[in-house]
């Protein structure tokens, strides 16, 4: 009877290697941030070898890459489950997406850094410039409902979607970097409602007729 030696092992196969590593790379990214990122440390986690990645990712910023791919991807799905809560008229619709913004901020501040801060991540790559502008595009539709065209037509409409941008990312932004105290120390219904008032700054209860 034929034995195998001690030194032979079976072929490695793993269910869904694109997934594992995606998962393992987040994983890496929140541990160890941006800089400490590695191909070798994903491959670890992953339970792969170190070259098994290049059969999916040329190197680690190509895993970034599609990892903020996938982030900008439940991004949106944060703002719509706070939209689905939230009444259905189009300005507590938008505060409702902005409280989504920063709530995926919060949960996720590494990959909030390498979507929005960080140059490693290619935007040039097809999938991850779909999802990024599908997101500014929500943004621009949510603007839209409430000043009943397209924003982008004429310079007031252009500065509404801005300000919005920039209110709501600003307020994720300081709280990540610990600088809205008081917003961090309160309770969670009521942050919801002093974030709800600020970000519904940039469209008062009756906006001019712009």
């Known amino acids: 009877m034929e034995t195998k030696g001690k030194s032979e092992r079976p072929p490695y196969h793993h269910g869904d290697l694109r997934h594992a590593l995606l998962d393992a790379a987040e994983k890496e990214l929140a541990e160890r941030?941006?800089?400490?990122?590695?191909?070798?440390?994903?491959?670890?986690?992953?339970g792969v070898s170190h070259a098994a990645p290049a059969h999916h990712f040329r190197d680690a910023n190509g895993l970034l890459t599609a990892l903020a791919a996938l982030g900008f991807e439940r991004f949106l799905s944060c703002?719509?489950?706070?939209?689905?809560?939230?009444?259905?008229?189009?300005?507590?619709?938008?505060?409702?997406?902005?409280?989504?913004?920063?709530?995926?901020?919060?949960a996720n501040p590494a990959l909030f850094r390498l979507m929005f801060a960080s140059e490693r991540a290619d935007f040039t790559s097809d999938d991850l410039a779909h999802n990024a502008d599908a997101a500014f595009g929500?943004?621009?539709?949510?603007?839209?409902?409430?000043?009943?065209?397209?924003?982008?037509?004429?310079?007031a409409g252009m500065l509404d979607v801005m300000a919005t941008w920039g209110i709501t990312h600003g307020l994720a932004d300081l709280m990540l970097s610990g600088r809205m105290k008081p917003?961090?120390?309160?309770?969670?219904?009521?942050?919801?409602?002093?974030?709800?008032q600020i970000i519904g700054r940039a469209f008062p209860e009756r906006p001019d007729d712009r």
Do not use: N, W
């Open 79 to 106: 703002q719509k489950a706070r939209q689905a809560d939230a009444p259905q008229d189009p300005r507590s619709q938008l505060v409702a997406s902005g409280l989504g913004y920063v709530d995926f901020a919060l």
């Open 33 to 46: 941030g941006i800089e400490g990122f590695t191909l070798r440390g994903c491959a670890k986690r992953a």
């Open 183 to 196: 917003l961090l120390a309160m309770p969670p219904a009521a942050r919801d409602a002093a974030l709800s």
């Open 138 to 155: 929500y943004l621009v539709q949510g603007v839209a409902a409430i000043r009943g065209r397209d924003p982008y037509g004429h310079t």
